[in-house]
């Protein structure tokens, strides 16, 4: 177990130094010029190019590149070109509302689609089933900028129930955090509900062809021990997958929902730093969301372990 765990933490070392040199060079060798962005419309060339100096621009890429990862290697992910901060200050100050956001749809999804796709199953055909491929269709489908705003338009606009946009720091009450971000979490998990619930009534559907289930049913063990205790339980390992493949595209996803409801998180730090070619924004969160994704494959790895103790690293 141990070894298994260092050697992964080990793997981690070159994929993120992929990472890091195709991201240099996407934005590097990408048109546009931060310094022309931070100058304006009316600069002139010499201007832009003093600009590009301050900026170290100037060098050639593999000494920008060194610079940039061996201040990474010390905790450094440089200054905003276009805010003029720390990149790790402005992450700091935009990490709370993204992993609210997060955190609170991964919950919803789990707690939601989970006891949708068993029951699905043990009542395979039945109007559950089909009104959950119904959905699951509609939330592979629709895009998620599309349920945001017809959900705005439906219980902010025309009910006036939750907040149009904007975002409510926890510590300046739990009932507005809480309102704030309803609509977001709801936008945002339809997709993941879609996935995890179809993917668990696969699982479970499955498992409740086995042998193990019939003698269990045939021992007159309760239905509803049967569901949980022997066919859930033995189809958690592909659900554990979906839901660890689910947690990791929500980086995409927060993106988008962030932009709709107008939440000062990563996700539109992101389209911000994207849209003034800041440099070192964009490498800081991308180096950031690689770290977060492969971490999450390391934990659902582990999580076999617990999940069907015949699985041994």
């Given at each position: 177990?141990?070894?298994f765990l260092?050697?992964?933490?080990?793997?981690?070392i070159?994929?993120?130094?992929?990472?890091a040199?195709?991201?240099?060079?996407?934005?590097r060798?990408t048109?546009?010029?931060?310094a022309?962005?931070i100058?304006g419309n009316?600069?002139t060339?010499?201007?832009?190019e003093r600009i590009?100096?301050?900026?170290?621009?100037?060098?050639?890429?593999?000494?920008q590149f060194?610079i940039?990862i061996?201040?990474?290697?010390?905790g450094?992910?440089g200054?905003?070109?276009?805010?003029?901060?720390?990149?790790?200050?402005?992450?700091?100050?935009r990490i709370?509302?993204?992993?609210?956001?997060?955190i609170g749809?991964?919950?919803?999804?789990?707690f939601?689609?989970?006891?949708l796709?068993?029951i699905?199953a043990?009542r395979?055909?039945?109007w559950?089933?089909?009104?959950?491929?119904?959905?699951?269709?509609a939330g592979?489908?629709v895009?998620?900028?599309?349920v945001?705003?017809c959900?705005?338009?439906?219980?902010?606009?025309?009910?006036?129930w939750?907040?149009?946009q904007?975002?409510?720091?926890i510590?300046?009450?739990f009932?507005?955090w809480i309102?704030q971000?309803?609509l977001?979490w709801?936008?945002?998990?339809t997709i993941?509900?879609a996935?995890i619930?179809?993917v668990?009534?696969?699982?479970?559907?499955?498992?409740l062809?086995?042998?193990y289930?019939r003698?269990?049913?045939?021992?007159g063990?309760?239905?509803?021990a049967v569901l949980l205790?022997?066919?859930?339980?033995?189809?958690a390992?592909?659900?554990?997958?979906?839901?660890?493949?689910?947690?990791?595209?929500?980086?995409?996803?927060?993106v988008?929902?962030?932009t709709v409801y107008a939440?000062p998180?990563?996700?539109?730090?992101?389209?911000?730093a994207?849209l003034?070619r800041?440099?070192?924004v964009?490498?800081?969160?991308v180096?950031?969301?690689?770290v977060s994704?492969?971490?999450?494959n390391l934990?659902?790895d582990?999580?076999?372990?617990f999940?069907d103790?015949r699985?041994r690293y």
């Open positions: 177990m141990l070894r260092l050697q992964r933490l080990l793997a981690i070159p994929v993120l130094l992929v990472v040199i195709v991201v240099f060079l996407i934005l060798l048109p546009g010029d931060p022309a962005v100058a009316s600069a060339n010499d201007e832009i590009r100096a301050q900026l170290g621009l100037t060098k050639p890429l593999l000494a060194g940039w061996g201040n990474v290697l010390q450094d992910l200054f905003s070109y276009y805010l003029n901060k720390p990149v790790t200050q402005l992450v700091a100050q709370e509302p993204t992993l609210s956001l997060a749809t991964i919950t919803i999804a789990i939601v689609a989970i006891p796709g068993t699905a043990w395979m055909g039945g559950l089933d089909r009104a959950l491929s119904m959905f699951s269709v592979f489908s895009p998620i900028f599309v945001g705003y959900l705005i338009w439906l219980f902010a606009i025309k009910l006036d939750f907040p149009v904007g975002y409510k720091r510590a300046e009450g009932v507005p309102m971000l309803i977001p709801i936008t945002l998990s993941y509900v996935l619930a179809r668990t009534r696969a699982s479970v559907s499955e498992a062809t086995e042998d289930i003698t269990a049913r045939a021992k063990i309760k239905e509803s205790r022997h066919a859930l339980a033995n189809a390992v592909p659900v554990a997958t979906m839901v660890g493949i689910g947690v990791a595209l929500l980086i995409g996803g927060v988008v929902t962030e939440i998180g990563l996700g539109s730090l992101t389209v911000d994207v003034n800041d440099f070192p964009i490498q800081g969160l180096l950031l969301f690689s994704y492969v971490l999450i934990l659902v582990v999580s076999y372990l999940l103790p699985i």
